[in-house]
């Protein structure tokens, strides 16, 4: 017992020392930035040491940020040190990927800071992922005098799944200022799948600075390739589903591996991103998982085939073959699919898959051709209306009310 009272003191001197010795390691670091000129090699090892800290050193990086630390004790006279120390901290911040910074920067990026202040702290917003309060506030920032900061921000607001900002981006591209475009190519090579879509359509536009972006267009392929073999199932899920946009026989080759995957959901986005790019592969998959005895499975499928009908139109002979099929489960959820994606052309099969044997496939019959509202199918609809199916005949009813008066 005695023993045990003597070692914890011990430990617990151990570990304040380690936190003190991690302080004080982020303290000579911040001073550092603060010496040195923003991008010099001295001020960029100072930034890529906290980065090597890592979030031990989180707290401290944050602080400096805040207008407020720098009264009273930490009083700073020297504007440009002050600069220094919050552009150097609020990129470890981004790289670190402490979320808990996020509103922080959104503050800082505001007009009242640098210009090299708000573009790290935009930067590193875009970093931390996205929540609304982040996105409104770079919204504002897109409407900014400044073409950096509205670059900055829309390719931010990019890396938070939002694109109501990517004319600023063809804007740069387009434009006669040979630095903003740079700027713009670069900034998009580290959107990562984000951004990817948006490469892959400027990449088929004709411009000037065509080789630039087939080269960044090229850098983040290979990222997103790469990360579908990555232990991060969510990873491998959003890689699978944004390659569908490129479409070549690399792309395929690695998303087939996928169709075996451990996770549901990565083998279901990487079955709807083949299936998007017509491979068979893609399509096979999702049909016999359309007709499996498995109810998950099967939500799945009618989700992501409807997914994929709505993007591209891939799907829609097979859906409509399917109308036709042996199998009640592919009848029933090929039904599903043509409602919820309103494909109009197949009213006459649906039609003549309206008194189908098998119930279920009766009333999804009837809630996509109320969906497509089909009044060529009014009769036919009407007939169900007493059908000895509870279920079927709410629907018929339903389907009526789709179409209105006759």
Not at 209 to 226: D, F, P, T
Not at 265 to 280: K, P
């Amino acid at each position: 017992m005695h023993k045990m009272l003597r070692v914890v003191p011990a430990l617990a001197l151990l570990f304040l020392g380690a936190c003190s010795t991690t302080e004080q390691q982020v303290d000579d670091l911040i001073a550092t930035l603060a010496a040195t000129p923003i991008d010099s090699p001295a001020w960029q090892t100072a930034v890529d040491g906290l980065v090597g800290l890592g979030r031990p050193a989180a707290r401290q990086l944050v602080a400096h940020i805040d207008p407020e630390f720098y009264k009273g004790e930490n009083y700073c006279e020297f504007r440009d040190e002050i600069e220094n120390m919050r552009t150097g901290c609020a990129l470890a911040l981004g790289r670190i990927q402490h979320k808990a910074a996020q509103v922080t920067l959104v503050a800082r990026a505001v007009v009242g800071y640098t210009k090299a202040e708000r573009l790290a702290c935009i930067w590193a917003a875009g970093e931390l992922g996205a929540d609304q309060a982040s996105i409104d506030a770079l919204k504002v920032q897109v409407k900014d005098a400044d073409p950096q900061i509205r670059l900055n921000s829309a390719v931010a607001l990019i890396k938070m799944s939002d694109t109501s900002a990517v004319a600023e981006v063809e804007t740069a591209l387009s434009g006669t200022d040979e630095q903003l475009a740079a700027q713009a190519i670069g900034q998009m090579e580290g959107t990562n799948y984000y951004g990817l879509p948006l490469l892959v359509e400027l990449g088929r536009r004709s411009s000037s600075r065509q080789a630039q972006i087939a080269a960044a267009l090229e850098k983040v392929k290979a990222q997103v390739v790469k990360q579908l073999q990555a232990d991060d199932p969510a990873l491998r899920m959003h890689s699978a589903r944004t390659l569908s946009k490129v479409g070549d026989a690399e792309v395929y080759q690695a998303l087939s591996k996928l169709l075996n995957d451990p996770s549901n959901l990565v083998r279901f986005n990487a079955a709807a991103s083949l299936a998007e790019m017509d491979q068979a592969a893609g399509i096979d998959f999702l049909f016999a998982a359309l007709q499996n005895q498995d109810p998950i499975l099967r939500v799945n499928a009618v989700k992501f085939l409807t997914e994929v009908q709505r993007s591209s139109g891939a799907v829609q002979s097979q859906l409509i073959a399917a109308l036709g099929s042996q199998e009640a489960l592919a009848r029933s959820g090929a039904a599903q699919v043509l409602g919820l994606a309103e494909v109009h052309a197949a009213a006459p099969a649906l039609i003549g898959a309206i008194h189908d044997a098998n119930a279920e496939v009766r009333w999804n019959t009837l809630i996509a051709l109320g969906r497509i509202r089909s009044s060529e199918a009014r009769s036919q609809i009407e007939s169900l209306l007493h059908d000895e199916n509870q279920t079927v005949a709410y629907y018929a009813e339903w389907a009526l009310q789709q179409l209105g008066q006759g």
